[in-house]
């Protein structure tokens, strides 16, 4: 029995309607940017299908039963609209898919061209309805342009994420992409064998049959996606401290062993500084606890704009921070102290109600340290030695 285009659309349509309506009340109100646009996605490109089918099927058997002005009003004005409504969603959710992946994967080319394509696909449209070639062979052109952005963004992720999902959305976005451009062709240069959406071409049944199993696959790589994005953040809270952004002390525990043993396996050097903000109490007493959590975010600021990816900082409890320096001596770990300072200072230039030092304790490892114990151990020593000679300063223990 030969498939039937129409009959095609009408599954797509219906399917992606109720993914719409399923996926909103599963993933419910909360969340994340990502998430939140790829479920828009969703919803934008079911609502284009749905106004499509309301134009080509039920707007045929609509015009017979109403009165004879209003059937001419609607050849006048929705057999026009309605289709660039249903391209203008189609561009719309492809844009929003890429916003999520932006969210997702971090910075992405293209998007520039991405919202060019957006705007210009359903307007040029618009403008060219009245010449089928060129309205046909414009959307698709700019549809297909906007599928391969996708299909590039997909590549090369900047986060930690990055499963198995992106390639779904690869394959079936260019899979898509293929049989946009083949359509616009036909439609721009052989009218004849694509003289509407609905014709039983080859091309044109096997593009809906594309359509609808592509489709399915992309939502649920989106969902996977944004399981996955809701892994990262559980793991992310487990090891971070949420106020500073800092490592959390279990994270230390967990890491800084092993990155002691590797320096002293490999002889490599390797600093420790031990930090306490000072007076924060006085804070906590006299600006209120909200202010010591300002102070500890700024300090945790200044920390992370310093640091390098190989170093890990942590804030070990309270007002206390370590840091630990790999391939650090001690002439450059007491430059990086100074430049730690310098940049909390220039932090406190935006809030003059905050004033804020600290001290610290440097210790550089040396052959006789067994553990990362004795390095901390001399690195608190430092730490309480400043504090003894008037606070605010670096004291290095040897």
Known sequence: MALDVNTLVTVNAVNLFL?????????????????????????????????????????????DRVPAALADAYS??????????????????LWLMFRALKEWL?????????????????L???LAYNNYPIR?????????????????????????????WRWVIFTCTLVLAGFTVA???????YTELYPSFS?????????????????????????????????????????????????????????????FDQARRHGTPMSLLALDLDLFKHINDTQGHEAGDRVLALVGEAIRKCTRSSDLAARMGGEEFAILLPQTDRVAAELFEQRLRDALQAALLAHPSLK??????????????????ALMGRADLGLYQAKHLGRGRLQVSD
Request: with cysteine; charged share 10%; proline share 4%.
């Open 19 to 63: 993914m719409a309506i399923v996926l909103s009340i599963i993933m419910g109100r909360r969340l994340s940017p990502a998430a939140a646009c790829a479920r828009a996605a969703l919803v934008i490109h079911a609502v284009g299908w749905v106004s499509f089918i309301v134009t080509s099927q039920l707007g045929k058997h609509w015009q």
């Open 76 to 93: 006048a004005v929705g057999l026009w609209l309605m289709p660039t409504v249903s391209i203008a969603c189609t561009s719309a959710s």
């Open 106 to 122: 971090g910075p992405r080319r293209g998007e520039w061209l991405m919202v060019a394509a957006a705007v210009l696909g359903p």
């Open 124 to 126: 040029g449209y618009a």
């Open 136 to 164: 046909v062979g414009w959307a698709n052109l700019l549809l297909a342009l906007q599928m391969l952005i996708l299909c590039l963004a997909t590549l090369r992720p900047a986060s930690e994420l990055g499963g198995a």
């Open 183 to 189: 359509r616009g062709v036909m439609g721009a240069f």
């Open 199 to 259: 014709t039983p071409h080859p091309i044109n049944v096997l593009a809906m049959l594309a359509t609808n199993v592509s489709l399915v696959l992309v939502n649920l790589a989106a969902l996977v996606a944004w399981r996955e994005e809701a892994e990262a953040k559980l793991r992310s809270h487990a090891y971070t401290d949420a106020l500073t952004g800092l490592h959390n002390r279990h994270d230390w525990e967990l890491r800084a062993p092993a990155m």
């Open 356 to 373: 804020v030092s600290y001290s610290a304790g440097l210790a550089v490892l040396q052959r006789g340290d067994a553990t990362l114990t």
